[in-house]
């Protein structure tokens, strides 16, 4: 699992940030039609190919099995209705999100290829129904995991990034830190260098 784990909402920030040393991206478009959510998943299909980093498509599982994406990122929500038998024969792999225990041991019996936990921090990303969780929740979360990556995400910033991977997190998940960053490319190469420690 790598350390670092970009995610964006719209492809044009893939194409800026990837070139950057960014191996794990994921594509996560809110609010389009989908035609455009079809141009945006090839797009980054095709660049993130061309540069050797895994893209993992935020949601839409159906239009990644379609467009021979081969990771697809689900919530609590869009695990009622995907099927994890189709992705599994394709050969999709999947990180799904969870909050509390009971969503952690929903999560678990899908045998997912990575379980993120969020918000570590307060985020400024979207209206959170769950406080932070902490860094002790990340560390009681990498014992009930055991062997499953560990994904941290919500409010990491580089100087917080020695914690969390203290408490146990496999790879931290940002999104605000860099898109909202004054010079997200010097961000990003900031990450990806603190991620190598």
């Given at each position: 699992m790598e350390r670092f784990y970009l995610i964006t909402?719209?492809?044009?920030?893939?194409?800026?940030?990837?070139?950057?040393?960014?191996?794990?991206?994921?594509?996560?478009?809110?609010d389009q039609s989908e035609e455009v959510i079809r141009q945006q998943i090839t797009q980054a299909r095709d660049f993130c190919r061309q540069?050797?980093?895994?893209?993992?498509?935020?949601?839409?599982?159906?239009?990644?099995?379609?467009?021979?994406?081969?990771?697809?990122?689900?919530?609590?929500?869009?695990?009622?209705?995907?099927?994890?038998?189709?992705?599994?024969?394709?050969?999709?792999?999947?990180?799904?999100s969870?909050?509390?225990?009971?969503?952690l041991d929903r999560a678990l019996s899908f045998k997912p290829e990575y379980v993120a936990l969020g918000p570590v921090y307060p985020t400024k990303l979207k209206k959170m129904k769950w406080a932070p969780q902490g860094l002790e929740r990340v560390s009681r979360w990498k014992k009930m995991v055991g062997e499953t990556p560990l994904v941290a995400i919500g409010g990491l910033t580089p100087e917080r990034l020695a914690g969390v991977?203290?408490?146990?997190?496999?790879s931290a998940a940002v999104v605000t830190d860099i898109l909202q960053a004054h010079d997200p490319i010097a961000r990003t190469q900031e990450w990806v260098e603190a991620c190598k420690q």
């Open positions: 909402g719209d492809v044009d920030w893939i194409k800026k940030l990837v070139p950057y040393g960014v191996r794990l991206v994921q594509l996560r478009i809110k540069h050797g980093a895994q893209l993992v498509i935020n949601d839409y599982w159906e239009l990644a099995l379609e467009l021979g994406c081969d990771f697809v990122h689900l919530g609590q929500e869009d695990m009622d209705s995907a099927d994890f038998a189709t992705l599994r024969k394709a050969g999709v792999r999947y990180g799904l969870t909050h509390d225990e009971a969503e991977f203290e408490a146990g997190a496999d």
